[in-house]
């Protein structure tokens, strides 16, 4: 039997409404104008788009989305970090949507979003879940309309976007100076232009409590001599992030940023926890060293007091879990009302960085997104996505793919590779 819920027969019914409902030809003037309004499109059947089923998995500690519709499209999303345990959440929140049309993107985030207002729907769990659904919606949209997820966003302001490489020295127990050096050179030689390095090392020597996060100042001049030797290996032109991961206090967060000041860093990331926005605040306007925060942080919301008071020079939500690509968006926007530069975090597969990029093409404060050098070292993320377009990043910067929806698929074999066990795959 032929099968009437494919897309070539989506787009089949709107061709024949777009014929049916043209305007009666006209002749001699204007008839420019009349080919220009036959060739608009005027169908409405995108509305016949109806969601029949929402899936998950588990691959890689990362939370993986895909909704079905009857027009045999889908879309995919990924959720980070707070999604360990969530599979009955996301078997939840997907018997919502079934029936509806995957198109009303921001009508259907805010439906399960104020519905969940008494269900943890500010933060954690709930949003990164959340994150990873309104992302395959958006991913399903373009695929139904042939058009890449920048475009329903808006357009695009560029067609590439930069990216930092996290050198991922934290896997070294207690790197030396020596070693931040040379791990940025070997950043450098890749093509990246920027590298970022962590600094909270719970194995200094010179560290007196495990659980008072003060720095010594034995702990204070390793960190100035580690990121030192960067600065000098790399020369002034590639940009130096520095991530504290929120594990100091203020007297430190004070002390580190105003004594790495002559090192010119693009920033010093969350030296502090970023719930104290007052804090952020006092840092900000003690030193000249730039101060980013917002990885942890959930929704536009948690945004809006720490840019409203001046409390950081970079915003770094995560579009995996701070609300999802659209929720991403308007942050941007956000802090381009504050004149603050938008810098996302991004821990997630190359599919879940691609959805990220279409966000940061779309925006116009864009600096620069988060690469993981897992990405080069780890065999199980080039295995679990497919991709035809080229080189994933190229120079430290990523070309935002012009195909429908996001533009990266899953390989469904190699993510059962790789898929959590005892947790059911797809189903």
Same mark, same amino acid.
């Given at each position: 039997?032929?099968?009437?819920?494919?897309?070539?027969?989506?787009?089949?019914?709107?061709?024949?409404?777009?014929?049916?409902?043209?305007?009666?030809?006209? =002749?001699?003037?204007?008839?420019?104008?009349?080919?220009?309004?036959? *060739?608009?499109?005027?169908?409405?059947?995108?509305?016949?788009?109806?969601? $029949?089923?929402?899936?998950?998995?588990?691959?890689?500690?990362?939370?993986?989305?895909?909704?079905?519709?009857?027009?045999?499209?889908?879309?995919?999303?990924?959720?980070?970090?707070?999604?360990?345990? $969530?599979?009955?959440?996301?078997?939840?929140?997907?018997? *919502?949507?079934?029936?509806?049309?995957?198109?009303?993107?921001?009508?259907?985030?805010?439906?399960?979003?104020?519905?969940?207002?008494?269900?943890?729907?500010?933060?954690?769990?709930?949003?990164?879940?959340?994150?990873?659904?309104?992302?395959?919606?958006?991913?399903?949209?373009?695929?139904?309309?042939?058009?890449?997820?920048?475009?329903?966003?808006?357009?695009?302001? *560029?067609?590439?976007?930069?990216?930092?490489? /996290?050198?991922?020295?934290?896997?070294?127990?207690? %790197? $030396?100076?020596?070693? #931040?050096?040379?791990?940025?050179?070997?950043?450098?030689?890749?093509?990246?232009?920027?590298?970022?390095?962590?600094?909270?090392?719970?194995? /200094? %020597?010179?560290?007196? /409590?495990?659980?008072?996060?003060?720095?010594?100042? &034995?702990?204070?001049?390793?960190?100035?001599?580690?990121?030192?030797?960067?600065?000098?290996?790399?020369?002034?032109?590639? /940009?130096?992030?520095?991530?504290?991961? &929120?594990?100091?206090?203020?007297?430190?967060?004070?002390?580190?940023?105003?004594?790495?000041?002559?090192?010119?860093?693009?920033?010093?990331?969350?030296?502090?926890?970023?719930?104290?926005?007052?804090?952020?605040?006092?840092?900000?306007?003690?030193?000249?060293?730039?101060?980013?925060?917002?990885?942890?942080?959930?929704?536009?919301?948690?945004?809006?007091?720490?840019?409203?008071?001046?409390?950081?020079?970079?915003?770094?939500?995560?579009?995996?879990?701070?609300?999802?690509?659209?929720?991403?968006? *308007?942050?941007?926007?956000?802090?381009?009302?504050?004149?603050? %530069?938008?810098?996302?975090?991004?821990?997630?597969? #190359?599919? &879940?960085?691609?959805?990220?990029?279409?966000?940061?093409?779309?925006?116009?404060? !864009?600096?620069?997104?988060?690469?993981?050098?897992? !990405?080069?070292?780890?065999?199980?993320?080039?295995?679990?996505? =497919?991709?035809?377009?080229?080189?994933?990043?190229?120079?430290?910067?990523? =070309?935002?793919?012009?195909?429908?929806?996001?533009?990266?698929?899953?390989?469904?074999?190699?993510?059962?590779?790789?898929?959590?066990?005892?947790?059911? #795959? !797809?189903?």
């Amino acid at each position: 039997m032929k099968n009437t819920n494919s897309r070539r027969a989506f787009l089949g019914k709107a061709a024949a409404m777009t014929a049916a409902a043209s305007v009666t030809p006209l =002749t001699g003037f204007g008839k420019g104008l009349e080919e220009a309004v036959q *060739r608009t499109r005027k169908s409405s059947t995108p509305s016949e788009l109806k969601i $029949t089923d929402v899936k998950c998995a588990f691959v890689g500690g990362k939370l993986f989305v895909k909704i079905f519709s009857n027009q045999d499209i889908y879309g995919l999303g990924e959720g980070v970090d707070a999604v360990n345990g $969530t599979y009955h959440l996301v078997q939840s929140l997907g018997r *919502r949507l079934v029936g509806q049309n995957p198109m009303n993107v921001h009508r259907i985030f805010e439906e399960l979003r104020r519905g969940g207002f008494f269900g943890g729907a500010q933060s954690g769990m709930y949003v990164a879940v959340l994150s990873a659904i309104e992302t395959a919606l958006w991913d399903l949209t373009g695929k139904a309309l042939g058009v890449p997820v920048y475009q329903l966003l808006g357009g695009k302001f *560029r067609d590439k976007i930069r990216v930092y490489s /996290d050198t991922a020295l934290y896997r070294v127990r207690f %790197p $030396t100076p020596e070693n #931040f050096a040379e791990s940025a050179l070997e950043g450098v030689k890749m093509g990246f232009n920027a590298v970022k390095f962590d600094l909270d090392y719970a194995s /200094d %020597p010179d560290k007196y /409590d495990r659980y008072n996060w003060t720095a010594s100042q &034995g702990e204070l001049q390793r960190m100035y001599d580690q990121l030192a030797a960067v600065r000098e290996a790399v020369g002034p032109k590639i /940009d130096i992030a520095v991530d504290m991961h &929120g594990r100091y206090d203020l007297n430190t967060a004070l002390a580190i940023s105003k004594r790495v000041e002559g090192l010119n860093l693009l920033w010093l990331e969350e030296p502090i926890p970023a719930d104290n926005v007052e804090a952020y605040r006092f840092i900000s306007q003690e030193t000249s060293t730039p101060i980013a925060a917002g990885e942890n942080i959930y929704l536009a919301y948690g945004f809006r007091q720490l840019l409203a008071i001046g409390g950081v020079e970079a915003v770094m939500p995560d579009l995996q879990k701070c609300g999802g690509l659209g929720e991403g968006q *308007r942050i941007a926007n956000l802090a381009n009302l504050h004149y603050v %530069p938008f810098a996302p975090h991004m821990v997630a597969s #190359f599919l &879940g960085a691609m959805a990220c990029a279409h966000v940061c093409a779309s925006v116009p404060n !864009f600096l620069i997104m988060e690469w993981q050098s897992y !990405f080069h070292t780890n065999a199980m993320y080039r295995e679990i996505v =497919t991709f035809d377009e080229g080189d994933w990043v190229k120079d430290s910067f990523i =070309t935002v793919s012009n195909k429908p929806g996001i533009g990266v698929d899953l390989n469904m074999e190699a993510c059962k590779k790789y898929a959590a066990q005892g947790i059911p #795959f !797809f189903e």
